[in-house]
């Protein structure tokens, strides 16, 4: 089968430009923010709190349950033939289904014990769509269908708010944290049958024949522990911080705080996916031909693009969110805008992280990854703990500020403890 027929009659062969994806990436974050909005006004803070408990639940249990091993697959994906692809997919859906239904049972206990029995269901079935959009979003990247991935996670993540809030606002009944669930379930489920019929003509018969093999899960989370160990504490340096915030302050102070990390991300993922993004293939391709100097030019100018981008949308961050969260009617949302705009400037270290990070990445050092990441969560649970303590909510920031700049520093001692690249390597002129 040829690799043009690999998305159904979709051929998507154009190439699609940083100005539109992250012309997506706003429709989908600016839906978040209006859905962290509508919850404050409508359901109360508290809710907003355990919506941003469940939304930091998804991103973590699903990196758990990839093992690490998706990330080996999907790089696999680029020049592997169609047959290889819907086997490992095969034996990796099973290994991952088989995970939560392990894990179900203790989910809905939790959820019993708490005398949350619907939402802790509803919260499980989140997760496991989730999961299967964000791979599903990862693959068709990988595929070079870079328009047809971020379609489809407008579908997921960005369709379903819009729908929910239209519908909420004229039927009252719908304002409750399980109909937000429900709708965010059905985001989920309608892009995994638009991928299911697109991958129609994928040689799934193929994978089903083929014997199974028990032991190719395992193997692939031996192979790729490092990357696993690596995504899985990069998550909770992420989303550890309303965690505390919820544990020291509780959940209406933690549904501010999650509010204003909507737009903080907001900027990173717009920042992600219009600098980092295209320039992380540059980087890896300069490495891989042991181009020093052109290696160097591009981290130094992906830095300076990204960081501009950063204080570019920070401000007018600063400027017009302000006035949106005046929407909640909520005094207590007011009283704490100084936290925002100190979040905001904490971007500018988290950003910069996130560049050194790509840069440690571009040159396959998986082991340095994970160390600064080991580094970078220590950084951000210890500072997260006694900016706390000490400030309140409004040092919450300070873990921001803390996990980035622990990862810069150890990539600047990283380089210059050794040169990026292996000694005796010839260098060229850029």
């Given amino acids: 089968m040829r690799r043009g027929s690999l998305i159904g009659r979709l051929t998507d062969q154009e190439s699609f430009s940083s100005l539109g994806i992250m012309g997506l990436r706003a429709t989908m974050l600016a839906g978040k923010f209006l859905l962290g909005l509508f ?13 941003g408990l469940i939304s930091g639940a998804s991103a973590i249990v699903q990196m758990v349950m990839r093992g690490g091993v998706f990330s080996s697959l999907s790089r696999q994906a680029v020049n592997q033939p169609l047959e290889e692809l819907t086997l490992g997919l095969r034996f990796y859906g099973t290994g991952s289904l088989c995970l939560y239904a392990l894990s179900a049972p203790f989910i809905l206990a939790a959820g019993w014990y708490f005398g949350m029995p619907e939402i802790a269901a509803l919260t499980l079935a989140v997760i496991v769509t989730e999961h299967i959009c964000m791979d599903i979003f990862v693959l068709a990247n990988n595929l070079h269908r870079p328009k047809l991935a971020n379609i489809l996670l407008s579908v997921q993540s960005a369709s379903w708010i819009y729908l929910y809030m239209a519908a ?46 028990r032991t190719w899960f395992g193997a692939s989370m031996r192979s790729s522990w490092r990357i696993y160990a690596a995504e899985i504490l990069n998550t909770l340096a992420v989303y550890l911080d309303r965690y505390l915030i919820s ?66 949308l920070g401000l007018l961050a600063g400027v017009t969110v302000p006035f949106l969260i005046r929407f909640t009617d909520h005094p207590l949302a007011m009283a704490h805008v100084p936290l925002l705009w100190l979040m905001l400037f904490s971007l500018l270290f988290r950003v910069g992280g996130d560049v050194c990070g790509y840069a440690l990445y571009a040159q396959h050092r998986d082991d340095r990854v994970l160390l600064s990441i080991i580094l970078k ?32 520093l150890y990539t600047y001692y990283v380089w210059k403890e050794k040169t990026p690249f292996s000694p005796g390597i010839h260098k060229t002129n850029p």
Avoid at 40 to 51: Q, S, T
Avoid at 191 to 207: E, M
């Fill in 168 to 213: 909420a606002l004229y039927f009252p009944a719908l304002r409750t944290l399980e109909w937000i669930l429900f709708f965010w379930i059905g985001g989920g489920i309608a892009c995994l049958i638009i991928s299911t019929w697109l991958a129609r003509g994928w040689p799934w018969a193929h994978a089903f024949r083929a014997p199974f093999d």
């Fill in 377 to 408: 969560l220590i950084a951000a649970f210890s500072v997260g703990i006694i900016s706390l303590y000490a400030f309140g909510i409004d040092g919450a920031f300070l873990n921001i500020i803390a996990a980035g700049l622990s990862t810069m």
């Fill in 39 to 51: 919850i404050i006004r409508f359901l109360g803070l508290e809710a907003m709190g355990i919506y």
């Fill in 247 to 312: 544990l020291f302050f509780g959940l209406e102070l933690a549904g501010i705080y999650v509010l204003f990390w909507q737009v903080t991300n907001a900027i990173c993922n717009l920042v992600g996916a219009g600098v980092l993004q295209v320039y992380r293939p540059r980087l890896i391709t300069a490495h891989q031909k042991q181009e020093e100097l052109e290696f160097r030019r591009l981290f130094r100018e992906s830095a300076r693009r990204s960081l501009a981008s950063t204080i570019g």
